[in-house]
Nanobody, 125 residues
C-alpha cells in the first residue's frame, strides 16, 4: 500500500502561485496513476487533475485548465501540482490520491487506493 503526504499549502493573494507536493512511500508508486482533489468549505470533494503512471495521459477539471499543472518525479516518488493565477474560489483543502491500475480512468471517477491527509490552500482577494 502506498502512503501519501501532501505539503506546500498556505496563504496566497489572488493571482499568485503555489506548488503542492505529495510524497509517496512504496516501491510500486511509479506504476500508480495519481491525482489531486480538493474540498472547499461546505462543498463536496471535487476532482482537480490526474496523471497516468508514465505521464502519458493528463486530465484537468475545466475550472483549473490552463492554470494548474500536474507532474510527477518517479525517482523521487513525488507528485506535484503547480497552481498559477490562483483565485479565491481555489481555496480548499487539497488531497492527493494514487490508484494502482496506472490509468487515470479510476482517478477521474474519484476512486483511489491511497489518499493523503490534505493540505490547506487559502487564496485571499
Amino acid at each position: 500500500q502506498v502512503q501519501l503526504v501532501e505539503s506546500g499549502g498556505g496563504l496566497v493573494q489572488a493571482g499568485g502561485s503555489l506548488r503542492l507536493s505529495c510524497a509517496a512511500s512504496g516501491r510500486t508508486f511509479s506504476s500508480y496513476a495519481v491525482g489531486w482533489f480538493r474540498r472547499a468549505p461546505g462543498k463536496e470533494r471535487e476532482f482537480v487533475a490526474a496523471l497516468s503512471w508514465n505521464g502519458g495521459a493528463t486530465n484537468y477539471a475545466d475550472s483549473v485548465k490552463g492554470r494548474f499543472t500536474i507532474s510527477r518525479d518517479n525517482a523521487k516518488n513525488t507528485v506535484y501540482l503547480q497552481m498559477n493565477s490562483l483565485k479565491p474560489e481555489d481555496t480548499a483543502v487539497y488531497y492527493c490520491a494514487a490508484e494502482r491500475s496506472g490509468s487515470t480512468y479510476y482517478i477521474l471517477s474519484g476512486r483511489g487506493d491511497s489518499w493523503g491527509q490534505g493540505t490547506q490552500v487559502t487564496v485571499s482577494p
